[in-house]
């Protein structure tokens, strides 16, 4: 599929290639009419000048222009300077030869193919000016792309690793809050994984670093933001195994780089896999093949479910935490809320993935994922422990949820601490059929249907949890 995928990528960027050749060509075709059209020679000047000085501001304040895009703008300009110097029929030959050589393969082959065709454009018309406009434009239009590719990584046009650290400096120097965000392939992935990877990732202030890594600057981005940004674009990139860390400066001090490549590198990072075997340390080594046969499964089915259960897991610990349950409570309650949606498995993907509100017979047949994902862990004995959390975790606190009306204290306390984690990660995520809510509106939400969807209890335990580890106050 990868392969399929690169070979029509590959065809993509050839046409691009050729059309912006193509374009370049006829925008020269229109300076030669504008070269005979206009016999003021001061006009003519101006008016070049005007063109020039137009298509180079806008090349630099494009800050995401692509290499195919910047080669055409790079020929268009010079030719527009070529309609101006060209003298005669040789010189606007050799000219051409060398805006290409130099194009193409950068200011040190221009200026050699520069003085070649200069010293034979001397020998055919005895043009001095000739020969120094070739020399010049290759050095100028050498420098110009030199400049471009050296600030941009050729692959996936971000913004290159010798670009980050003056970026960073910068942010550090104006005392400008920001969060500095680390994402890292466990090995090098095919070209046009890390395309994606660079697109997904794509921000202002995204740079690439080393092989396999991209570092992204978040300005005024505070903890809630920061996590909510990477969240949100991470599970789209399936292809490869990644690590993520975020620093975030006052708070880490300047020191960032360090940090954040320490985070990445230990069993802190943000990476799902790792994260779940730290976290599943005293579970039973049978449960937890189970849980990441059936999380791998998932997450090839469904995209947005497995991060939406990742998150769901995070909450449900830090809850648990909250609330005072015991250590093997919070190994049931973890086990327990990685299988929640595992039914989700037995669900067609056009409902799991469809883009408008879902039809009466589709949202009951969404609802049967509970009974779905029971029948499903029965083949899993080592499971058993965990069908509560799948059959109840749409129950709700007045009795009026789903599957068995289930209603207080007949609803299992760990089952209820999941349905508060469940339902806010469910607010507070994008989904292509509604806008996410932010931290704050979601405990707000919570708020609201305490006492009849929640239980009140787990509720304000939640919303300090939110409001104390991601900066949110009321």
Not at 308 to 330: A, F, K, N, P, W
Request: charged share 25%; hydrophobic share 45%; net charge negative.
């Amino acid at each position: 599929m990868l392969d399929l995928m690169k070979q029509y990528n590959d065809s993509i960027e050839k046409m691009i290639k050729i059309l912006s050749l193509l374009v370049g060509i006829c925008f020269v075709c229109m300076l030669f009419i504008f070269e005979i059209s206009f016999s003021d020679e001061e006009l003519k000047f101006f008016l070049i000048l005007g063109c020039v000085s137009l298509l180079t501001g806008i090349g630099f304040m494009v800050s995401k222009i692509k290499k195919e895009v910047f080669d055409c703008m790079l020929f268009v300009m010079t030719g527009l300077f070529l309609g101006m110097v060209s003298g005669g029929a040789y010189s606007l030959i050799f000219m051409m030869v060398c805006l290409f050589i130099t194009i193409i393969y950068g200011r040190r082959a221009g200026l050699l193919s520069s003085f070649l065709c200069s010293g034979i454009l001397w020998f055919l018309e005895t043009n001095y000016f000739g020969s120094i406009s070739l020399l010049m434009v290759s050095y100028f239009v050498g420098g110009w792309r030199d400049y471009f590719y050296q600030s941009r990584d050729f692959l996936t046009g971000v913004l290159s690793e010798s670009c980050f650290d003056e970026v960073l400096e910068s942010f550090i120097s104006n005392n400008r809050m920001f969060s500095l965000i680390f994402v890292r392939m466990d090995d090098e992935g095919y070209p046009q994984v890390e395309k994606k990877i660079a697109r997904i990732l794509n921000s202002q202030f995204t740079f690439r670093y080393g092989l396999n890594g991209f570092m992204v600057i978040l300005p005024d981005a505070d903890k809630g933001k920061s996590v909510q940004w990477l969240e949100e674009r991470i599970y789209e990139i399936k292809e490869v195994e990644l690590k993520s860390g975020i620093v975030y400066y006052p708070e880490d001090g300047v020191n960032l780089v360090k940090k954040v490549e320490d985070i990445v590198n230990s069993e802190e990072c943000l990476h799902r896999y790792a994260w779940m075997m730290r976290h599943m340390n005293g579970i039973d080594s049978d449960v937890v093949t189970a849980i990441k046969m059936l999380m791998g499964f998932l997450r090839v089915w469904d995209s947005y479910t497995y991060g939406h259960v990742m998150r769901v897991v995070e909450y449900s610990q830090c809850l648990g935490r909250e609330l005072g349950i015991s250590d093997d409570e919070e190994s049931l309650l973890v086990c327990g809320a990685y299988l929640h949606d595992i039914g989700k498995l037995d669900m067609d993907q056009f409902i799991l993935n469809k883009r408008m509100p879902l039809a009466e017979n589709e949202w009951l047949r969404l609802k049967s994922h509970v009974e779905q994902g029971v029948e499903l862990i029965q083949l899993f004995e080592e499971l058993a422990p965990f069908k509560m959390f799948i059959r109840h975790h749409h129950e709700r606190f007045d009795g009026r949820g789903y599957p068995s009306r289930l209603e207080g204290d007949e609803i299992p306390f760990l089952v209820r601490i999941l349905a508060v984690a469940d339902s806010f990660d469910a607010m507070t995520s994008k989904r292509s059929y509604n806008h996410p809510m932010s931290y704050k509106e979601g405990i707000t939400e919570l708020r609201r249907c305490s006492g009849a969807q929640f239980d009140p209890v787990v509720v304000e335990a939640f919303a300090n949890v939110i409001e104390r580890e991601y900066s949110f106050g009321n």
